[in-house]
């Protein structure tokens, strides 16, 4: 009796622990205004909503180099609409997944559902922001034979499997970010990135404002606004993904 009772405990302990997840993973940052607009489809880039995930793709081009982007912890995946749309718009096929609960590790093999049903495109890069990263860089280092770029917004490889590999990555991050207790600029995280790695810090960029989802507890506040992080963002993207085709 006295293991029954023990066992029906731990039962319902772990299942009450299952639901504060679900519901605190689900409490997610919603997108603002700007990131809803940018999911309308314009004159440059055509916007397509997908079962689980969201598409966007340059008008009158059939790109050969596509990026799969994978959101960070507890965001709504289309917060980050702005800085996408404005990359497909350059040349590049683009697309944002949803993940389960708002929490990348849940989802690691998301980029696939993407990856798998876009056999045109010659060059892949994987990436994300924060969480998104991280969790990335698990796929990444499943895939090393099928990608050509790992791609980190304010984030970092989960563990050094990406270390000694050929691959080519790029670091961006806010030097006003003040999300997590290692700055980016610390030698012990950045010895997890390939040695083939590009890295560029945005001044007075934080870390929220790579998404439009507003200001993130435990952030720094951005001295530069969120439409010109986007386009340093951009910037430092489109010319990675220009390079993995060279």
């Known amino acids: 009796k006295i293991f029954?009772?023990?066992?029906?405990?731990?039962?319902?302990?772990?299942?009450?622990?299952?639901?504060?997840?679900?519901?605190?993973g689900n409490d997610a940052y919603p997108p603002l205004q700007p990131a809803l607009d940018a999911l309308q489809s314009d004159s440059e880039v055509i916007v397509t909503q997908h079962a689980g995930y969201i598409t966007f793709?340059?008008?009158?081009?059939?790109p050969t180099t596509g990026f799969v982007f994978v959101p960070g912890g507890r965001v709504d995946y289309r917060v980050y609409?702005?800085?996408?749309?404005?990359?497909?718009?350059?040349?590049?096929?683009?697309?944002?997944?949803?993940?389960r609960i708002n929490l990348a590790f849940f989802d690691i093999n998301a980029p696939e559902r993407?990856?798998?049903?876009?056999?045109?495109?010659?060059?892949?890069?994987?990436?994300?922001?924060?969480?998104g990263g991280v969790a990335s860089s698990i796929y990444i280092s499943q895939h090393l034979d099928e990608l050509d770029g790992a791609v980190f917004w304010a984030s970092y490889p989960s563990d050094d499997a990406l270390k000694n590999t050929p691959l080519k990555a790029l670091l961006v991050y806010g030097t006003n970010d003040m999300v997590?207790?290692?700055?980016?600029?610390?030698?012990?995280?950045?010895?997890?990135?390939?040695?083939?790695?590009?890295?560029?810090?945005?001044?007075?960029?934080?870390?929220?404002?790579?998404?439009?989802?507003?200001?993130?507890a435990g952030d720094r506040a951005a001295t530069i606004s969120a439409e010109e992080q986007w386009a340093q963002a951009t910037a430092a993207t489109v010319l990675f993904l220009d390079s993995l085709s060279k």
């Not at 609409?81 to 993940?99: D, E, N, R, T």
């Not at 993407?114 to 969480?131: D, F, K």
């Not at 890295?199 to 200001?215: D, E, K, L, M, T």
Request: net charge neutral; glycine share 12%; charged share 10%.
């Open 57 to 62: 793709e340059p008008v009158g081009e059939q």
């Open 4 to 24: 029954k009772r023990v066992l029906v405990g731990i039962l319902v302990i772990v299942l009450l622990g299952t639901i504060g997840l679900v519901v605190w």
């Open 114 to 131: 993407v990856i798998s049903q876009y056999p045109n495109i010659e060059h892949w890069a994987v990436g994300g922001h924060s969480l």
């Open 180 to 216: 997590g207790s290692t700055p980016y600029t610390d030698t012990t995280l950045l010895s997890k990135f390939p040695a083939n790695t590009q890295i560029v810090p945005i001044a007075g960029g934080n870390h929220a404002q790579f998404g439009s989802y507003g200001p993130q």
């Open 81 to 99: 609409s702005p800085v996408l749309k404005q990359i497909a718009a350059q040349g590049y096929f683009v697309a944002a997944v949803k993940v």
